[in-house]
């Protein structure tokens, strides 16, 4: 039970339930996440905007990269509904669960490209220590071969997961009874 009052979906009314249907529509489901965001309707719809463009909207960065790094962020925050969540959507593209498991334990056991190795490093770095310079990740990446785009895109979603994750935590969401199975990828 989350530390604030939850709007499950029998008892959204109006625009929330118009909100909640969106988001079933899109996903396949409706997450404790947003139900916790339930009495401040909107943030909802901006949040699963944003999402949605940074998870699945054009960029040079792979699907399978944008959630290896929602893992990473996640682990690196102790939050283990979002592990799990997007340890899932992970595996609808890896198909491998135990390279998951190892991602999720210490992402240098992965066996890892060299540019998702340096994407997980600049996750862990910027969600330990956001202060300090980070221009040695980012000539990294472009070293290996990512353009600033791909730079932007990353930075974007180890920002978005660092603020999900204390969304999570700060309310107390719990992972909801499926294990965070089931939605659309």
């Not at 309310?171 to 499926?178: A, P, Q, T």
Request: contains cysteine; hydrophobic residues 35%; charged residues 30%.
């Amino acid at each position: 039970m989350a530390y604030i009052d939850s709007i499950k979906y029998s008892e959204a009314k109006g625009r929330l339930k118009e909100i909640y249907d969106d988001v079933i529509e899109k996903r396949g489901k409706l997450a404790s996440v947003h139900m916790v965001q339930g009495l401040n309707p909107e943030s909802i719809v901006h949040h699963m905007d944003l999402y949605l463009e940074l998870i699945y909207g054009r960029s040079p960065l792979k699907r399978y990269q944008r959630e290896m790094i929602a893992v990473v962020v996640s682990k690196t925050n102790d939050c283990d509904y979002c592990i799990r969540h997007h340890s899932e959507a992970l595996n609808h593209f890896w198909k491998d669960e135990e390279r998951i498991i190892r991602l999720a334990q210490n992402y240098e056991q992965a066996e890892l490209s060299e540019i998702d190795l340096a994407l997980c490093e600049l996750s862990v770095d910027l969600t330990d220590d956001p202060g300090k310079d980070k221009k040695k990740h980012t000539d990294n990446l472009k070293a290996l071969g990512l353009d600033d785009r791909a730079v932007l895109d990353a930075v974007l979603i180890i920002g978005y997961f660092n603020f999900v994750n204390r969304l999570v935590l700060g309310l107390g969401v719990h992972l909801e009874e499926d294990g965070g199975k089931g939605y659309e990828y």
